[in-house]
């Protein structure tokens, strides 16, 4: 049976929330101390578009951030909210791309084989998020394919300031028991022993 997806929230992150539509912004060329070096034109950047996200950060860390970035009146009054701002704020959202059907079989060798094993579940490095309705709605989360070799961070000021200018929008939350079967399966990629190709 297809999940149902659960509403995207209006407060904090979740993990396992799907995200469509986001623009990372990835500099062209080597980095630089641009606090000492004169600076003559501003840093080139190259926007690179995600059509689907799903967030990894674990939701204890997303929560506590989302607290201390949008305090409600009794948090901010407390007198050791500026400390506690400090240890709950998180730097970066971990996140991995999802890719459809026709994506990732693009992305695999031709006839390798490998693409039974994807769609099944049976390859570490990739898992099949199955596609399913969104609680109270009409709208439908297609069936993705998350590569864990692309996982990536982005600044949580700069994903909380994309949805607040309206580039990157919340679809819906993986329901619970399917993000324990994504995590444990990403954390399983992760901890791998890596040998070197021969």
């Known amino acids: 049976m297809p999940p149902i997806y659960l509403p995207a929230p209006h407060s904090a992150f979740r993990q396992g929330e799907l ?21 003559i034109d501003p840093p080139p950047f190259q926007p690179y578009q995600h059509p689907w996200l799903i967030v990894l950060t674990p939701d204890c860390d997303l929560d506590q951030d ?34 459809l059907q026709s994506e990732i079989r693009g992305r695999l060798a031709p006839g390798s084989g490998i693409w039974d094993g994807v ?5 570490v490095r990739y898992h099949r998020v199955e596609g399913g309705v969104i609680a109270s709605t ?36 993986t329901p619970p028991v399917y993000v324990h079967a994504l995590i444990q399966r990403f954390f399983a990629f992760q901890s791998r ?6």
Do not use: W
């Not at 993705?144 to 679809?171: K, M, N, Q």
């Open 19 to 39: 995200l469509a539509n986001f623009f990372e912004h990835r500099a062209v060329g080597p980095a630089r101390d641009l606090t000492t070096e004169p600076v």
């Open 193 to 198: 022993i890596g040998l070197p190709d021969e």
């Open 119 to 123: 769609r099944n579940n049976q390859n």
């Open 66 to 99: 989302y607290k201390v970035r949008v305090p409600d009146e009794a948090e901010a009054l407390r007198p050791d909210f500026e400390q506690r701002r400090g240890r709950r704020l998180i730097e970066h959202v971990m996140l991995c791309p999802g890719f």
């Open 138 to 173: 009409e709208d439908r989360v297609p069936e993705l394919f998350v590569d864990f070799s692309r996982v990536f961070t982005i600044p949580a000021s700069g994903l909380y300031g994309a949805l607040e200018s309206a580039t990157v929008r919340r679809v819906a939350v």
